[in-house]
């Protein structure tokens, strides 16, 4: 007989061990991982929240920047999907939320005090700092993020295939719908302004002389000359000469790239992946102005880097931040020229960039510098919820621009008076 | 002579009790074992169902935007604002119409697979494994599978690539709401991913079919095909059926992540969970309002399931047809 059967497993002996190693597995999961680093290093553990960027060796740099941190142990968060600002958020009321992480200013934050007033980092380097973005940080006189980049965003062409069509570029909205149509042939689309038609929803506003909000926090979008764009928007939609339904969406030069569209809205991050693919065949406008009393406009968008106010380190996390965002230069340098194209917000950064002084990226400094809007800290996620319907419903489905613009601005209004009073 | 004799047959031995050492105390006890099994599941029941429940229920009644310990009493609110909200209305209609094509399209298309699968003479295995595959596959994958590759609107999309052969411009399946394209992406996605699991389900039953009655029927003329199935077959599947015809209206319920990751920043085609998801965890983060549409979504899926369970009988067995 073999000494295996020998041995004492009856089915009692049997139920303990599995009962043991079910409460083992229960501690090490209790133990899991929590996203935040077990120690190792010195100091206290931070984490930090990142969207997922498209251009390759992003990820790596930060993670490398925060290697280089030595006050902290700092683990990255690197979120993947097209709803960053729901996972941001929900995970913001939650004990593992981010000590640390980059998002766009908004005033709901503050307001809830999810946010550290990070006044005292920035003071010292505060003109050194492009002064639009630090109003639009700024509230009752206390700045509460520091920029990382600034993205503008404007629509990229192909020369090439406007030389062949003998079309100019476009200054107007109807001249858009014009171009798009002799562009547009049986293997490429004239235009494409994403997906959803949702990335130009602000310029919209602001191409027809309107602007999201007024200066005294009103709502300020809902014009005739607004809904006038809407309907020439639907114009263009249903016209057949629009790329709907791309595999990317407008953040990525693929459609651009693949010669899926001869026109497309996209940031200057995507610049260099575009060179790469189509050298010197790329064009840049802004955003053509709708109807008369209109203007070109583009999008100064960007991402900034913000302290949970509600963490447990918050002291820390602002040294880190003031370490990464403030004090290494040449890592700002680095985020915002090595991979994609941005333009630093600190002006001696931005001034010394070598790569954005020639060609297209100085091109795309020029029209930030002429037509760009800045984030406006009173226009909240869920007043950008409200109007992306309104593009969903009146240029996308049929349903009537004004009607719709009153809809939302009663929306904006409600989320003005419990921001505002 | 009986059929039944058990000549011959070794019989168990009969069951050895122990005169040393008697069971006794709780370690004996039938209570102590119900305890042991059934307490680490209830006990994840209460921490992950009934807790998550009972607080979704208090946050209903207070104004709870941006936090999940809320102090500021609003009574019924809430659920004032999710009943007269059009989206939250629209969302059920959406699901109306979706349970409606969905569940009765997965019930023919996974009896239908079954059937088939089951006359097989040869490769059996094979064919039930390629069926039940796609239920291994997660949503957000398929949904991203479908709308990338199959369902895209350029020129190399699956699904224009095949019309373009015949001469039809390519589509733009999920972009706009009329005509309602993205209807037919969402429908195949589910069929593809669920019909599977219910096929199984209904070959389990299909070999639990006496062949007795078929012989009988055949016996007294019936012919095989139609009309078997319809007289044999068919009634001999009511009980799975109403079991598969209520999970399929539970999923329909459940519908998210089809929706969600198909038709993002479109104000139609979202089922009650992705606008709820919306409302609460989206960009209002409004837990309160979200809450409230929970609690409303919950009953409405009770009264449905047990008026659905009440019209076909679920739960009655057999005496009871």
Redesign the interface.
Known sequence: MSALSNSNWDRRNVLRAAMGL?AAGGLTACGGNTGRSSGGGSGDSLVQYFHAYGEAGTEQAIKKYAKAYKGANVTTQWITG?NF??KL??AL?TKNAPDVFEFHPQI?LIK?G?VADLTDIIAPVKDDFNQADITSHTVDGKIYGVRMIDDPQFFFYRPSLFAKAKVEVPTTLEELIEVSAKLKTS?IKGAYLG??L?PIQNNLIWSAGADTLTADNKPAFNTDGVAEGLKQLRTL?TS?NL?????TDWWDPS?FTQG?TAIQWCGMWAMPAMIEALGDDIGIFPFPKVGSAGKQSVTNGGWSMFVNAKGKNVEAAKEYVKWLWIDQKQYQEDWATSYGFHIPPRTSIAQSATKLKTGLPAEGVKLFNEFGHFDNIGW???M??SV??V???SV???DDPKAQLDACEKKVDTELK?LFG | MSTTTTRGVAQPAPAKVSKDRPRRGLRASSTFNFWLFTGPFLIGLIVFVFVPIGWSIYLSFFEARFTVTPSDFVGFENYKQVLTDVDFLNSLVTFTVFAAFIVPATWALSLGLALLVNRLRFMRAFFRSVFFLPTAVSYVAASLIWKMSIFNGVRFGLANTVIGWFGVDNIAWLASPDPPWYWLVIVTVRLWLQSGFYMILFIAALQNIPRELYEAASIDGAKPGWQTFRYITLPQLRATSTAVILLLLVAAYQAFDEFFNLLSKATWGQPPLVELYKMALGENQNYGAGSAGAVVLTMLICVVTLLQGKIMGFGRGEEGK
């Open positions: 079910a097209s600002e729901q958020f929900a009321l709901q809830s999810q293997k997906n959803d949702t939609f057949g790329l709907l339904g791309a595999p459609a899926l909240t996620q869920a950008i919820a992306n319907d593009m969903a419903n996308r489905k049929d419990k």
